[in-house]
Structure formats: structure tokens, C-alpha cells
């Protein structure tokens, strides 16, 4: 087993008036040439958006773009004639294949949203651009794991182009998960959210992360109640 830990405070920062985020890995204007991403995972960004601002026009190529709100709602318009308000509970899914532009704004005038982008590296480039969303309701089903994305096949999620699976769940004071890989040779990247949770006898609080390699299996305890992300990544491009 080969882990890397990824203290909260060792993330990137961006304060941009309206735009308040921490950078998991290299984006904008923080550069970290150790931080260029787990796998074909490539950015974890935790955005706080300001009422009634948001990201104007802007376009995207070749990557897998997903959404996951946790307060507030996202008011989504692109190019391809999608438009939908995204409530905190959803996940949106956006493939860029051969270019997509979109604006991603808070509607709101008095709740901040929160949310967190996330960006994989597809498997095979210039695709036609799709879109899809799903609501799953974040706390329906404590002390397990809800798969939100996979690869296409899988039934009740949302899928990417790629062989990555990610997933997100609420975990009460001494639960234990044992998670067991889908891809071979994929690596693992667990976010805590919030909580605690100990990974590899090595103890993660809200907003660590952890990427793990090396393994088929993996034990989480959590020592109070906590919220969590969980990544499996391909090491490399398929």
C-alpha cells in the first residue's frame, strides 16, 4: 500500500470578492507541481459563491465535469440548450467532449452555495458534449456508500467517460466501511467532508484527503459522525 495525506491547510486558497475556494490541486492562479491531480482526477475544488454572483460564459474541452451541491442551487445555462437549477442533494454531470460553454450562477439573494467541482480526465477525447443530473439525497442512507458516478452500465447513477466511480456518505460515530474496488490497479482518494475518520492508521479531519494506491480493499473507521468523498481513480489514461 502507497498513501499520501493531504492536510486541509496545505490546499490552495482563492478569494476572488464573490468566489471564496480551496484548491485540492493546482488550478487558477495556485500553481503546487506536487499537487497536479490523483490519477486522472484532476481538480477538487470546495467553492463558496456568493448570493447572486457566479462564473459568467466560459467554455471547456475534453473533461469530465462534475457538480455536487451541498447548500444553496446552482442556476446552469450552456450551449446546448440545457438549462436547470441544480438544489443542494444534486449532482450534475457534464461531459465536454469537443467543447461546451456554460455559466453556473447563485440565483439566491441571501444563501451562499456551496459545492464542490470536480474535474476527470475522460477516457477517450472529442466526444459529442452531454449533459445529465440526478438528485440523490445525501442523507437518506447512513453508514454506507452511495455511488453517485460511474462508467456507463450502472444502473440509478450518473456516468462519465472514464473507469473512475465516485462516492459520497454520512457515517455515524464508530461505523466501519469496507470498501472494495471495482477496477484493479485504480487508486483511491477519500475527502473527508466532515468528521473524522481513520484511513491506514492514519487519521483524517474535515477537508484532509488521503490517496491511496496499492490496494483491493479498503477499511474506514470513523470516530464521529462524519461526511465523506471517495474517489477510485485509474492511475493512468486507459
Not at 20 to 49: C, K, Q
Not at 80 to 105: C, K, L, R, W
Not at 177 to 183: N, R, S, V
Amino acid at each position: 500500500m502507497q498513501t499520501i495525506v493531504h492536510r486541509s491547510y496545505e490546499r490552495g486558497k482563492g478569494e476572488y470578492g464573490w468566489l471564496h475556494t480551496r484548491y485540492s490541486f493546482s488550478f487558477a492562479d495556485w500553481y503546487e507541481p506536487t499537487r497536479m491531480g490523483f490519477g486522472v482526477l484532476r481538480v477538487l475544488n470546495d467553492d463558496v459563491i456568493d448570493p447572486g454572483y457566479g462564473f459568467d460564459a466560459h467554455s471547456h474541452q475534453n473533461m469530465e465535469i462534475i457538480t455536487i451541491v451541498t447548500r444553496g442551487a446552482v442556476s446552469h445555462r450552456d450551449s446546448m440548450g440545457n438549462e436547470y437549477m441544480v438544489p443542494a442533494g444534486d449532482v450534475q454531470v457534464m461531459s465536454a467532449g469537443i467543447g461546451v460553454t456554460h455559466t453556473e450562477h447563485n440565483r439566491s439573494l441571501d444563501t451562499p452555495l456551496h459545492l464542490f467541482q470536480i474535474w476527470i480526465e475522460p477516457r477517450t477525447p472529442n466526444l459529442q458534449p452531454r449533459y445529465a443530473q440526478k438528485a440523490f439525497g445525501f442523507e437518506t442512507i447512513p453508514n454506507t456508500l452511495t455511488l453517485l458516478i460511474a462508467p456507463a452500465g450502472h444502473k440509478d447513477v450518473l456516468s462519465i467517460n472514464q473507469d473512475a466511480y465516485v462516492s459520497m456518505g454520512t457515517f455515524e460515530a464508530e461505523a466501519v466501511y469496507e470498501y472494495t474496488l471495482h477496477q484493479p490497479g485504480s487508486g483511491v482518494y477519500v475527502f473527508v467532508i466532515e468528521g473524522q475518520v481513520v484511513v491506514a492508521h492514519e487519521k483524517l479531519d474535515a477537508r484532509d484527503a488521503m490517496g491511496i494506491q496499492e490496494v483491493n480493499n479498503l477499511s474506514l473507521s470513523f470516530t464521529q459522525r462524519s461526511q465523506i468523498l471517495l474517489f477510485e481513480i485509474p492511475l493512468r489514461k486507459a
